[in-house]
């Protein structure tokens, strides 16, 4: 994609990819017996006595470094707490926490034991008990407690970041059994969930955050029992965290083949020219491209040609997600779905793909796009069990085939959508006097476009120029990283960028994303501002799913509602990965299949490393 969207504009976005990954819980036929792991809809793909993942090298070397840039648009970080609202914290922060249980990569809804070696799920659901390994330990060799845990579950939804409080809702409360055993409590009726998202939650000491304010911002590093610690930082900078020998879990199954460099390096950038420019003088060794023009025109350079620099383009199975430019609906000039219908038809996607991103991309019309969550051609019957109880309340589109984003001429000013973006704006009160585009009162459409990437405005001006033509007193607004994620925090623009990066399993999440209670929650992935108590009512179908067709009914059902009433100028998408990478790294040969698995699963080759620097 052309520059990085902010799918997340803090640190915390590392973590909730980390929770995310946890996906949705329903026990299987013996979800009331002790087990070592946590399944979706059926049965763990690995045995209570399996060896490592498959997607692995158990036998892969520990050594060297990866240095890496942070998320591109951050230029700085001044915190190692991305679990509050507060800050912009540093990037790999959460590889110093370890959770009760941890993803596989490879199979939708599942969980393994980590901290805890097993769980229970009562008969009812509405409880789980995890059984602590005794040998887990902090970094300072204190044992990791039922109170550590059940004082974290207190911390993170009683004054963590807002994402947390809509996730653990329905979590009534943990208790410490005994020292090595913890139990959650749920209440209400949509907890399928939650005993994965629990399990994912991040690990902290008691004694730690007793001591030490858990709402501040702070650069110390914190007590973690994950596998890397704090190293040494620069504020604005780089940040380095080192592999800990005396990892407690190194050996368990569920990390054989990980974590395998010794050295994680995040280095910091002003600006995206500067990080291309020390990509290729070797200052750093590896880049996710997400600018089509770079990937397409700017590698063809020595380091590369001679086979130095390698270009590789790995597979994403995963939902592409939603990516668009957000219409923040908060704002009345906003509220007719006819105005913001007539924004995306102003968009030529057709002459920015072939113009911009020499025809990388494939257009975005779902919010679950590149999955089976898709709704496609008229609702099924089952669809349209959960649709017709709100008939009155929903545009005829829903029930019909679902919207999507008309296709230009490619000529980038397409006069006919040009027409209907102006009849739609006409007939929602605004018309054209001295060819400026005013409501009753005289009042001129304003729009700004608040972006933090110069990168974006390539992008944007065409658009501007056709909004222009329509009578729009249309800008681009370019501020600082930092400003920028403060004003997306409080929902202080008209329309930004932003990415949903979707589950294969959704489920509460979609609440922060779409729910009415997140639009007014500051921080919160709700930038549209929906408050629609049917996308509500459809998205409690997702969460009290008890089978994964009922959970694709429920998902199609919300993309139609979602898509007929224009929350979103839709961008574009590209289901790979397009990394450069100094030829000093080796990896399995089986990528996972929902992650990109570089931090994970490579690891640093000598050979390969010792025959670059020989032909520098």
């Given at each position: ?72 648009g951050l230029i700085t970080f001044n915190t190692l707490n991305p679990f509050i609202l507060k800050g912009d914290p540093a990037q790999g922060v959460t590889y110093l926490f370890d959770s009760l249980m941890t993803s596989a990569q490879d199979e ?509």
């Open positions: 994609m052309p520059g990085t969207i902010t799918q997340s504009l803090r640190g915390v976005a590392s973590l909730v990819l980390l929770v995310c990954l946890c996906f949705a819980f329903a026990g299987s036929a013996n979800a009331s017996e002790r087990r070592h792991g946590l399944s979706t809809f059926g049965d763990l793909k690995y045995p209570a006595d399996f060896k490592h993942f498959d997607y692995v090298n158990p036998d892969a070397p520990k050594g060297g470094r990866l240095s890496m840039i942070g998320t591109a939708p809804g599942s969980m393994y034991g980590l901290v805890a070696e097993s769980a229970e799920l009562a008969d009812d659901k509405r409880s789980v008990t995890f059984y602590l390994r005794p040998e887990a330990k902090f970094s300072d060799g204190s044992p990791v407690t039922a109170e550590d845990v059940v004082n974290t579950f207190t911390l993170l939804k009683e004054k963590g970041h807002p994402f947390y409080a809509l996730r653990l809702r329905d979590v009534e409360k943990a208790e410490a059994v005994d020292p090595g055993t913890v139990r959650y409590h749920f209440k209400g009726d949509q907890i399928r969930d939650l005993p994965v998202i629990v399990a994912g939650l991040p690990v902290f000491s008691k004694a730690y955050y007793d001591a030490n304010d858990f709402t501040k911002t702070t650069l110390k590093p914190p007590l973690g029992s994950g596998p890397y610690k704090v190293k040494d930082f620069k504020q604005g900078s780089f940040i380095v965290y080192e592999r800990r020998d005396d990892y407690w879990a190194r050996d368990l199954p569920v990390n054989r083949g990980r974590f395998n460099f010794d050295e994680l390096r995040y280095e910091y950038f002003r600006d995206r020219t500067a990080e291309f420019e020390a990509l290729k003088a070797g200052e750093y060794d590896l880049r996710e491209e997400f600018t089509s023009k770079t990937w397409a025109t700017e590698y063809n350079i020595p380091q590369v040609e001679s086979g130095r620099l390698i270009r590789l383009t790995l597979p994403d199975a995963r939902p592409s997600g939603a990516q668009g430019f957000f219409i923040n609906t908060r704002r009345d000039k906003f509220a007719d779905p006819r105005v913001r219908k007539a924004l995306d038809h102003a968009f030529d996607f057709e002459w920015t793909n072939r113009n911009q991103f020499y025809g990388l991309y494939k257009r975005t019309n779902s919010f679950f796009e590149n999955s089976d969550m898709k709704a496609e051609g008229p609702p099924s019957e089952a669809e349209l069990a959960l649709l017709e109880p709100y008939r009155d309340k929903l545009p005829k589109e829903v029930f019909e085939a679902p919207y999507s984003s008309p296709v230009s001429n490619g000529s980038g000013q397409d006069r006919t959508l040009l027409r209907k973006a102006s009849k739609l704006l006409g007939e929602a009160g605004w018309t054209v006097k001295d060819r400026k585009r005013v409501n009753a009162k005289g009042e001129q459409l304003e729009i700004e476009f608040l972006i933090f990437s110069p990168t974006f405005e390539r992008i944007i001006a065409p658009y501007v120029k056709n909004l222009k033509i329509l009578g729009i007193d249309a800008r681009i607004r370019l501020v600082d990283p930092s400003q920028y994620q403060e004003r997306v925090k409080s929902f202080d623009f008209d329309i930004t960028t932003q990415r949903y990066v979707m589950n294969m399993t959704p489920g509460v999440e979609l609440r922060n994303y779409w729910g009415t209670q997140s639009a007014d929650t500051s921080g919160s992935q709700n930038l549209a501002g929906i408050k629609d108590p049917v996308i509500d009512a459809l998205i409690e179908k997702v969460v009290t799913a008890k089978s994964r067709e009922e959970l694709v009914t429920a998902t199609r059902a919300i993309d139609r509602v979602l898509r007929a009433r224009y929350y979103w100028v839709p961008h574009w998408y590209k289901a790979a990965h397009n990394i450069a990478h100094w030829d000093k790294f080796s990896r399995p040969d089986v990528k996972p299949k929902y992650a990109r698995g570089v931090i994970e699963t490579w690891w640093y080759d000598d050979a390969k490393a010792a025959k670059l620097a020989a032909n520098n």
